[in-house]
Antibody
Framework: QVQLVESGGGVVQPGKSLRLSCTASGFSFNTYGIHWARQAPGRGLEWLTIVSYDGRIKYDADSVTGRLTVSRDNSKNTLHLQINSLAPEDTAVYYC??????????????WGQGTLVTVSS | DIQMTQSPSTLSASVGDRVTITCRAAQSLSTLLAWYQQKPGKAPSLLIYEASSLQSGVPSRFSGSGSGTEFTLTISGLQPDDFASYYCQQYHSYPLTFGQGTRLEIK
């Protein structure tokens, strides 16, 4: 079955960077776009970014534009999200999730379990 | 960005009730809207896509309707497992945006 597993969360100091990973299984990873979304404690869902199946097309939310670097390694069914210049308001559970098999906007049909990032000194 | 507005923010209901959650978009989405359910401490899961298409495995008591700028999620005959938070999301254009969520609680 479709499975997405995030890793790399933890406590990080303000101003630092953090790299999260998403490892997929159970589907043809190299044919699907992958999203990242987050949820601050007690708050709603916030969409962050999408990378297309081939890694060539990316879109970001305005709130994180310029602070994200997303890369994917289709040979390892893995995607990485680096977040730079972290601030306390970036504290959240970060989810990777599966999108569509093309570059157009698409709903999310499967989600990972999430990884918690806490930004604190 | 397309702003999504959900109402109500909180909804109290009893087992067996029929409830409706509304989602309004700041511009027309055609039918490019999805609904998700999220239980505490868990990842969201897809309920409805394309405004009214039921995701495989989702009970038929869940239904979606609407087009353009106004959409509804209806749960007919609430079950104990349905008390959770619900989010709409537009996928008409990037950046994708979610509604602020509706928390469905037991009355």
């Amino acid at each position: 079955q479709v499975q997405l597993v995030e890793s790399g969360g933890g406590v990080v100091q303000p101003g630092k960077s953090l790299r999260l990973s998403c490892t997929a299984s159970g589907f043809s990873f190299n044919t699907y776009g992958i999203h990242w979304a987050r949820q601050a404690p007690g708050r709603g869902l916030e969409w962050l970014t999408i990378v297309s199946y081939d890694g060539r097309i990316k879109y970001d939310a305005d709130s994180v534009t310029g602070r994200l670097t997303v890369s994917r390694d289709n040979s390892k069914n893995t995607l990485h999200l680096q977040i730079n210049s972290l601030a306390p308001e970036d504290t959240a559970v970060y989810y990777c999730a599966r999108g569509g098999q093309h570059s157009l906007p698409h709903f999310i049909d499967s989600w990972g379990q999430g990884t918690l990032v806490t930004v604190s000194s | 960005d397309i702003q999504m507005t959900q109402s109500p923010s909180t909804l109290s209901a009893s087992v067996g009730d029929r409830v409706t959650i509304t989602c309004r978009a700041a511009q027309s989405l055609s039918t490019l809207l999805a609904w998700y359910q999220q239980k505490p401490g868990k990842a969201p899961s897809l309920l409805i896509y394309e405004a009214s298409s039921l995701q495989s495995g989702v009970p038929s008591r869940f239904s979606g309707s609407g087009s353009g700028t106004e959409f509804t999620l209806t749960i007919s005959g609430l079950q104990p497992d349905d008390f959770a938070s619900y989010y709409c999301q537009q996928y008409h254009s990037y950046p994708l945006t979610f509604g602020q969520g509706t928390r469905l609680e037991i009355k």
